[in-house]
């Protein structure tokens, strides 16, 4: 079975940053392209960035382009999610997803979800 665990949240202050992880573990990490996706209080979860099996193609939302990078350790089974810019509307619970199968983007579906990790930001 697929786990995922993310970590990193935190406080922070709007203009910081924070690292979030992701690690994987119960199949081979490096078949499969990733995702991580993001819950404000009161409103629908939402798609914030993706990246392929290989970390050469990635994608994001528009909200956080330019401000968020996705990226990748296959040898450590770990996805990671580098915010920088904080603004107080990036709160959320952001959650690491993955697909049952894919390497390559965009992915369709995301069947595995972590359990999340709550960033907060203020103003």
């Known amino acids: 079975q697929v786990q995922l665990v993310e970590s990193g949240g935190g406080l922070v202050q709007a203009g910081g940053s924070l690292r979030l992880s992701c690690a994987a573990s119960g199949r081979t990490f490096s078949s499969y392209a990733m995702g991580w996706f993001r819950q404000a209080p009161g409103k629908e979860r939402k798609f914030v960035a993706a990246?392929?099996?290989?970390?050469?193609?990635?994608n994001y939302a528009d909200s956080v382009k330019g401000r968020f990078t996705i990226s990748r350790d296959n040898a450590k089974n770990t996805v990671y999610l580098q915010m920088t810019s904080l603004k107080p509307e990036d709160t959320a619970v952001y959650y690491c997803?993955?697909?049952?199968?894919?390497?390559?983007?965009?992915?369709?579906?995301?069947?595995?979800w972590g359990q999340g990790t709550q960033v907060t930001v203020s103003s």
């Open positions: 997803a993955a697909p049952v199968a894919g390497t390559d983007l965009p992915v369709i579906v995301y069947h595995f």
């Open positions: 990246i392929n099996w290989s970390g050469g193609t990635t």
